[in-house]
């Protein structure tokens, strides 16, 4: 029921188009800006940078994207929730979206923004997160992680793309089911996270296949698990996490983009037209299987309601995660 209901409020958040956007084919008038929260290199700015490539081609207007790292996501997704309602500033977004909000409530702050802000335009991709450690680590699988972690409590640091951000999220989730205690090292955002994992700095990772594909093919970096239901088509040979006895730890790692809720029904149907036609570019498709993270498109009403049921989970983990400093 809350999952329903959260949908309903993400697909009726948008008012009365406004007299100057009532005909979506007056859209867009001039450059498209695509927020991405995070540095270059996480799952969010690999998805985006194809896509708005593809929309400026349907669209015969320029289609830029803007990272505006920090706070997990929160710095850009707040910028977006108080963009004007006129199309042209867009989010692509994680899971975080969700588990923001929810973060702060833990600690007594008033969240940067809430996900009725937004109106879900269309899913790109959603893969499932994995578990990167340097292919010199010691570990060679799941359960020898947990031994050591176990033997050395707070020892074994891991990086994140910030506090309760998706990363973050999806290694705690796995600390707290295998009774281990890790030290948490936040970045910006998975690209950094990644170059800190690829020099020594931290020793663990949970990050998007994508953002993985080309370590692990050069030999640096090692996978050990799987936080999807299923192995991830570009790992066949990792174990999920429930193969390794933990059966409440499921992450996955999706991009999608928003419009701000107040986005004139018009200008929203002209967005999911474009973004119907973009996700079958040729160029796109290559770009995403490239990275290791095929295209897996959802129109705003199956985003939305997607969105609401992995929402409704992800806040109930963070809610049992707790305060983490």
């Known amino acids: 029921m809350r999952a329903a209901s959260l949908s309903r409020r993400l697909l009726l958040a948008a008012p009365l188009a406004a007299p100057s956007l009532a005909h979506g084919q007056d859209f867009p008038s001039r450059a498209v800006t695509v927020i991405v929260g995070f540095p270059p290199g996480g799952q969010a700015d690999l998805a985006a940078r194809p896509v708005a490539a593809a929309l400026e081609r349907i669209f015969r207007q320029p289609v830029v994207v803007q990272n505006r790292a920090g706070g997990a996501g929160a710095i850009g997704s707040g910028f977006v929730a108080r963009a004007p309602a006129d199309g042209h500033t867009l989010l692509m977004a994680l899971s975080s979206l969700a588990v923001i909000p929810e973060a702060e409530k833990l600690f007594g702050r008033p969240p940067p923004y809430t996900v009725d802000q937004f109106t879900p335009v269309a899913l790109v991709n959603a893969d499932p997160t994995m578990l990167a450690v340097p292919a010199e680590a010691p570990w060679r699988s799941i359960d020898d992680f947990v031994r050591d972690a176990k033997a050395r409590p707070g020892d074994i640091p891991y990086g994140s793309s910030g506090a309760y951000g998706t990363l973050h999220a999806a290694m705690e989730m796995f600390a707290t089911a295998a009774g281990i205690r890790l030290l948490h090292v936040p970045f910006q955002g998975a690209g950094p996270a990644i170059t800190a994992l690829l020099s020594g700095n931290i020793q663990a990772l949970a990050t998007a296949p994508g953002t993985l594909t080309q370590h692990t093919q050069s030999g640096r970096l090692r996978v050990l698990g799987c936080w999807g239901r299923e192995r991830a088509p ?92």
């Open 234 to 325: 570009a790992f066949p040979e990792v174990p999920t996490f429930m193969e390794a006895g933990f059966p409440e730890v499921e992450f996955y790692i999706w991009a999608g983009l928003f419009a701000p809720a107040a986005t004139p029904a018009p200008v929203l149907s002209r967005l999911r037209e474009a973004m119907r036609g973009a996700m079958q570019d040729a160029d796109l498709r290559r770009a995403f299987e490239a990275a290791g993270s095929p295209p897996r498109y959802l129109d705003a009403p199956d985003f939305a309601r997607f969105f609401a049921e992995d929402s409704a989970r992800l806040v109930a983990a963070v809610q049992r995660i707790g305060r983490v400093e």
